[in-house]
């Protein structure tokens, strides 16, 4: 089952919640999600920041027609990319769009530059028509993006050289089943089921087979008789010889969003803004629920069923993303930070928060009807999370008052 969530951009808020087969296509799954957002007639709802499977005709017709907005990014196989990114770098200047503080204090801060322009392009819109469109594409240059793509490039001729080295020492008994796994490798096979080779970006890859003879390995234990003839076997080998490409190096640090939104409505600025906040507000925020061991293993047969769990879940994120909405907004506004795990922060996960009160304990003894309560390990950041979520903390204030029980008089 493929669990579609919708979240809010102002804390990672589930707002859609969709339930589809495993096997659902995103080409499929977008659209119903712009559908079911129109649906829900959200107010303060500009549009849809989605990954580039999202970016397709379908979609910008859907969003055209509908008025919802999205906000893409543009795959690298695409044409328009390449233009517009060309379009980019022939720019004397680029204007300061997006400025986010690094995650080091000794590293500088990561910016994303760009500049806007309206391209032609073709959608397909609901009833099947397929016309030209203008749509708003956004180049954006970052250098760290530029360092980033630097060091996958060294890093995919280090996993090259180990396949190589994995490939090359496979043995075939004969030239078929060596012929297949080439095809496996090249994404051929039959049951790569439509999926695509390994991506070798900056590299080309060749494979071949042959054949050599070696000395056959004895069936028998023990040293062999002097007269015995050593039989030899045929066996095959694959060769990868590999073609360093042209590094792209111009294009490193570029990329190209699409905005099928109106510009008085939302600047390139906020465009940049909204999609980079995917990585903390979405991918972030959630990632703890891809871990299996985060929802214990239950076998539900029933679709209904499959679906209650699912809103269950559901609920108990809007709960874990509220919580830590409310805490991260106390504490900006009061300037305020807490122990995270990696010294103070003023961003805490709900996790943190939950974490924090691990260690708070309260101990009532009572002793011949007079109750004594102590508590152990308050502290003054419990008290701003209690602020935060408007909690009542009577339970730990006080910790050392004395209450007489009633007691029950002797009967007769």
């Not at 390994?198 to 000395?215: G, I, L, M």
Request: charged content about 25%; aromatic content about 6%; some cysteine.
């Amino acid at each position: 089952m493929l669990l579609s969530l919708g979240v809010s951009g102002d804390g990672g808020l589930p707002l859609r919640m969709g339930l589809h087969d495993g096997n659902t296509s995103d080409s499929v799954d977008v659209p119903r999600a712009i559908e079911q957002s129109v649906a829900l007639n959200l107010s303060g709802l500009k549009g849809l920041v989605a990954d580039s499977k999202a970016y397709s005709q379908r979609t910008l017709g859907l969003c055209l027609e509908t008025g919802m907005g999205l906000v893409t990014l543009v795959p690298r196989t695409c044409d328009i990319r390449q233009e517009v990114e060309a379009w980019g770098q022939r720019q004397t200047s680029l204007p300061l769009l997006f400025e986010r503080a690094p995650k080091r204090r000794r590293n500088a801060p990561r910016r994303w530059y760009g500049r806007s322009v309206k391209r032609k392009v073709e959608v397909e819109y609901p009833d099947g028509d397929t016309a030209l469109a203008s749509i708003r594409f956004i180049a954006v240059y970052s250098a760290q993006l530029a360092q980033h793509h630097e060091r996958a490039q060294a890093r995919e001729a280090q996993a090259l050289a180990a396949h190589i080295a994995q490939v090359q020492s496979r043995q075939f008994a004969c030239q078929a089943d060596a012929e297949g796994a080439i095809a496996e490798y090249e994404g051929r096979g039959p049951s790569q089921r439509g999926r695509g080779a390994t991506p070798w970006r900056h590299h080309e890859v060749r494979y071949s087979v042959e054949a050599h003879r070696q000395r056959q390995k004895r069936s028998q234990r023990g040293r062999p008789r002097k007269d015995e003839v050593p039989l030899e076997e045929v066996v095959y080998q694959l060769r990868v010889e590999t073609k360093a490409l042209a590094p792209p190096v111009k294009t490193f640090g570029w990329s190209v969003l699409a905005a099928a939104i109106d510009e008085a409505s939302c600047g390139d600025p906020e465009i940049v803004q909204a999609y980079r906040d995917q990585t903390s507000t979405v991918e972030r925020g959630f990632r703890w629920i891809k871990n299996p061991a985060a929802i214990s293993p239950v076998w539900l047969e029933k679709r209904q069923r499959i679906a209650a769990l699912a809103m269950l879940t559901v609920v108990g994120l809007l709960v874990y993303g509220l919580i830590q909405r409310q805490v991260r907004q106390y504490l900006a506004q009061h300037e305020a930070t807490i122990p995270g795990n990696k010294g103070e922060t003023d961003v805490p996960t709900a996790t943190v928060v939950f974490e924090s009160f691990a260690t708070v304990t309260r101990v009532e003894l009572s002793l011949e009807g007079i109750t004594i309560a102590q508590i152990h390990s308050w502290q003054a950041h419990h008290g701003l999370i209690c602020q935060a979520l408007e909690l009542d903390n009577i339970v730990y204030e006080n910790p050392t008052t004395q209450k007489n029980a009633p007691t029950m008089g002797n009967g007769p």
